[in-house]
C-alpha cells in the first residue's frame, strides 16, 4: 500500500494551497481517508476526515471553515484545500487510511487507529 501526497510548499498568510494524496494498493473507496499534520516540537493532530462515499466530513475546529477535505473515489485520490492560511498551520501534512472505525471515532481521528501512512508534504506558511 502506498499513500503519497504532493501540494505542499511555501505560501503567505492568508493565501491557499491544494493538497492532494493518491492511493495504490488497497480498494480505496473501502477507506475512511485522513489528513493529519505535525508542526515542529509538536505531537501530530488530526485535521479532517471523509467517509468512504465522501458525503460525511469532520474537521478539527482549528481548520473549520478554511479547509476543506473532499475524494474521489475513480482517481483513489483525496484532496485538502488549504484558504485563509496561517502561520500556525505550517507543519508536515500526512494523509491516512482507516478501513474500520466506530462513529465516534470517525468524529476525530488518532494517528493510533489510523492503518496506513503517507510521508507527508511540507506547509510553510510565512507571516
Known amino acids: 500500500v502506498q499513500l503519497v501526497e504532493s501540494g505542499g510548499g511555501l505560501v503567505q498568510a492568508g493565501g491557499s494551497l491544494r493538497l492532494s494524496c493518491t492511493a495504490s494498493?488497497?480498494?480505496?473507496?473501502?477507506?475512511?481517508m485522513g489528513w493529519f499534520r505535525q508542526a515542529p516540537g509538536k505531537e501530530r493532530e488530526f485535521v479532517t476526515s471523509?467517509?468512504?462515499?465522501?458525503?460525511?466530513?469532520y474537521y478539527a475546529e482549528s481548520v473549520e471553515g478554511r479547509f476543506t477535505i473532499s475524494r474521489d473515489n475513480a482517481r483513489n485520490t483525496v484532496y485538502l484545500q488549504m484558504n485563509s492560511l496561517k502561520s500556525e498551520d505550517t507543519a508536515v501534512y500526512y494523509c491516512?487510511?482507516?478501513?474500520?472505525?466506530?462513529?465516534?471515532?470517525?468524529?476525530?481521528?488518532?494517528?493510533?487507529?489510523?492503518?496506513?501512512w503517507g510521508k507527508g508534504t511540507l506547509v510553510t506558511v510565512s507571516s
Open positions: 494498493g488497497l480498494v480505496f473507496n473501502w477507506y475512511v
Open positions: 471523509i467517509n468512504q462515499r465522501g458525503d460525511s466530513t
Open positions: 491516512a487510511a482507516v478501513r474500520r472505525i466506530t462513529p465516534s471515532q470517525a468524529m476525530a481521528l488518532t494517528p493510533g487507529i489510523m492503518d496506513y
